[in-house]
């Protein structure tokens, strides 16, 4: 209950930003019924003004917990429009999937009946990753590709629980995206079982014409470097250090030909991380768009 409460209050508190602020980006609200999960789910989209009379097609970002992050992707977008002298938010068509009440269902691959960081309410949910997948290739895509004029480039972007399964799309359903931006995965879900499965998948598997980047908060202890982070063995690094192993059976595995950027945020803990990580992640795409 704890949890929920606590999204909660993240998701009011992002709705009243973006209320007030007038620059938030232009956006619709779709409605999706979708068999495959058998509820109806919404989606924010954002579509390129220029889209109307150019016909062209654009790359489009997909972002997990759709309601909190949209008009954040979007003021990015905005910021490397103006660094990079490109009219990025021109070029990108943003969908924003929403999922604030039963995210540990839809984002993990596999489930869980108890764990010290998920409550007693949620756990029984857990497990529902896959059809959530399903849900993406065969219902979401479909519907884009016909309201909306996307290209076959997809970027997807994933916090949190949300990390480990875009983690988990990119390890087993490789081509669905061209970029994933996987920020402080939860890789410590279940006994650390994903973490297990990528040491094998990276040293087996071609990535070709894949990005990958990875976000690393600094979840506790702020004066601890990553060196540390990694020899420590209490329970007060035990979230942080799968997501560093991990980056460490990527760097192992460079013959996968996977295009790879990872950064720890020492000054950023997990609630913190997502705006300078989303942009270090859409600025590193940008440079093979």
Not at 41 to 55: D, L, Q
Not at 107 to 130: C, K, L, M, Q
Not at 255 to 283: C, E, G, I
Request: net charge neutral; aromatic share 12%; charged share 20%.
């Amino acid at each position: 209950m704890r949890l929920i409460l606590f999204f909660l209050f993240l998701f009011i508190s992002s709705v009243i930003a973006a209320q007030n602020n007038t620059n938030a980006a232009s956006k619709r609200i779709d409605t999706i019924h979708s068999s495959i999960l058998n509820e109806d789910r919404y989606i924010w989209v954002h579509i390129p003004e220029k889209a109307i009379s150019t016909g062209q097609r654009y790359p489009v970002i997909y972002i997990l917990d759709g309601e909190v992050h949209f008009d954040e992707i979007n003021d990015i977008l905005k910021k490397l429009s103006k660094e990079t002298g490109r009219s990025i938010q021109n070029e990108m068509i943003v969908v924003a999937i929403g999922n604030i009440w039963e995210r540990y269902k839809d984002y993990s691959p596999t489930h869980i009946s108890s764990s010290p960081w998920v409550d007693d309410y949620t756990a029984p949910t857990t497990g529902g990753g896959e059809k959530f997948i399903s849900f993406l290739e065969k219902e979401l895509f479909p519907h884009i590709n016909t309201t909306s004029p996307a290209s076959s480039t997809r970027i997807l972007i994933g916090h949190s629980i949300g990390g480990l399964i875009a983690t988990d799309i990119l390890l087993k359903h490789t081509d669905m995206f061209s970029h994933y931006a996987v920020l402080d995965p939860s890789m410590w879900w279940d006994g650390e079982k994903l973490l297990q499965q990528s040491k094998v998948i990276l040293a087996n598997k071609t990535f070709e014409k894949k990005s990958l980047f990875i976000a690393v908060a600094n979840t506790m202890y702020k004066d601890m470097d990553v060196k540390q982070i990694k020899s420590d063995t209490s329970v007060k690094t035990v979230l942080i250090r799968p997501s560093l192993t991990l980056v460490d059976y990527i760097n192992a595995n460079q013959q996968n030909k996977l295009r790879f950027r990872w950064k720890y945020y020492k000054d950023h803990h997990h609630m913190t991380v997502f705006p300078s990580a989303a942009y270090d992640a859409l600025k590193f795409f940008l440079e093979s768009l």
